[in-house]
Nanobody
Framework: QVQLVESGGGSVQAGGSLRLSCAASGSTNAYSNYCMGWFRQAPGKEREGVAG???????EYADSVKGRFTISKDNAKNTLYLQINSLKPEDTAMYYCAARTTRCGLFLLRPFLYTYWGQGTQVTVSS
């Protein structure tokens, strides 16, 4: 079992920045082999993948966040990060991190692929 806890959300004005963190605990001996992703869900909308990083170093971003979001993974700290810059009101959502203990391959941004989920951290962007 893997437990994921997100933090770092908040309320910011458009153009601002946040850094989200996702700390993993539990069965994390092989954390470096995990595929990890960040997802978000706004009220009334489906959960969407925004950024993912696979265990071979490959990364993928949703078109809507390219150039503004950066995903990174610190294997020594069992922690995943999402640096969010140039925030827009449409970025407002609950942000979740997710883990899969093996490679994700071509579907880094597909929620169905992930086994473990955190409880989420809210990001609210005002104009």
């Amino acid at each position: 079992q893997v437990q994921l806890v997100e933090s770092g959300g908040g309320s910011v004005q458009a153009g601002g920045s946040l850094r989200l963190s996702c700390a993993a605990s539990g069965s994390t001996n092989a954390y470096s082999n995990y595929c990890m992703g960040w997802f978000r869900q706004a009220p009334g909308k489906e959960r969407e993948g925004v950024a993912g990083t696979d265990n071979n170093g490959s990364q993928e971003y949703a078109d809507s966040v390219k150039g503004r979001f950066t995903i990174s993974k610190d294997n020594a700290k069992n922690t995943l990060y999402l640096q969010i810059n140039s925030l827009k009101p449409e970025d407002t959502a609950m942000y979740y991190c997710a883990a899969r203990t093996t490679r994700c391959g071509l579907f880094l941004l597909r929620p169905f692929l992930y086994t473990y989920w955190g409880q989420g951290t809210q990001v609210t962007v005002s104009s």
